[in-house]
């Protein structure tokens, strides 16, 4: 079974600090999908980028990066030089790859979530 | 605006009534997805629709329900309610059925019952 954890349950910072959000997950599957997805205080769930599992590269978008490590079954989110905007619930999710059924599906596995507050 | 649409915003009921929530899917996704989100269970995958056929089961519990309509847009129903299934519900939908898909988020409807 997938599995998804986030240990940090809230992180505090003030602005302009870096800070980074830890994401571990679990998988039996050599094919997999990894999610970020941000829920700002309206509630709405924002996806934010997508890994798979063969491109361990990683990304760069803005002040946001991710670091995708296979080897310890990880992919954290970096936001550099953070700002009050950035405050919100961080989920990470899994998504393994069932290919050769043709009545496969997909589901999206969260993690807990981590409420990052980002003062002024 | 993720292009995904949820009605109703609010819905407040009682233990045992059954309720309909709504989703249109963005323009040419396929594929609904229904989530829940409680304080005690997290973010949970109930079901997973494709093109009118259901395609992936969560823990969606017996009193729940879903379809996806030949127009693609899809309700969720929930009968029996009790207290325990007050909860944000979201609905999500992608392009097809494959696990590469990002899904784009309705708003979600807060469903609580009293």
């Known amino acids: 079974a997938q599995k998804v954890t986030q240990a940090q349950t809230e992180i505090s910072v003030v602005e302009k600090e870096d800070v980074t959000l830890d994401c571990v997950y679990e998988t039996r599957d050599t094919t997999y999908y990894l999610f970020w997805y941000k829920q700002p205080p309206s509630g709405e769930l924002v996806f934010l980028i997508r890994r798979n599992s063969f491109d361990e590269q990683n990304e760069i978008s803005g002040r946001y990066s991710w670091n995708f490590q296979k080897s310890t079954s990880s992919f954290n989110f970096t936001i550099t030089a953070s700002q009050v905007v950035d405050s919100a619930v961080y989920f990470c999710?899994?998504?393994?790859?069932?290919?050769?059924?043709?009545?496969?599906?997909?589901?999206?596995?969260f993690g807990e979530g981590t409420q990052l507050t980002v003062n002024p | 605006d993720s292009g995904v649409t949820q009605t109703p915003k609010h819905l407040i009921t009682a233990t045992g009534q059954r309720v309909t929530l709504r989703c249109s899917p963005r323009?040419?996704?396929?594929?609904v997805y229904w989530y829940q989100q409680s304080l005690d269970q997290g973010l949970q995958f109930l079901i997973q629709?494709?093109?009118?056929?259901?395609?992936a089961k969560g823990n969606i519990l017996e009193r729940f329900s879903a379809q996806q309509f030949p127009d693609l847009h899809s309700e969720l129903n929930l009968s029996s309610l009790e207290l325990g299934d007050s909860a944000l519900y979201f609905c999500a939908s992608s392009l097809d059925h494959g696990p590469y898909n990002e899904q784009f988020f309705g708003p979600g409807t807060r469903l609580t019952v009293l």
């Open positions: 629709y494709y093109n009118g056929e259901e395609r």
């Open positions: 999710a899994l998504s393994e790859a069932r290919m050769r059924r043709e009545t496969s599906g997909s589901r999206l596995t």
């Open positions: 323009s040419g996704d396929l594929s």
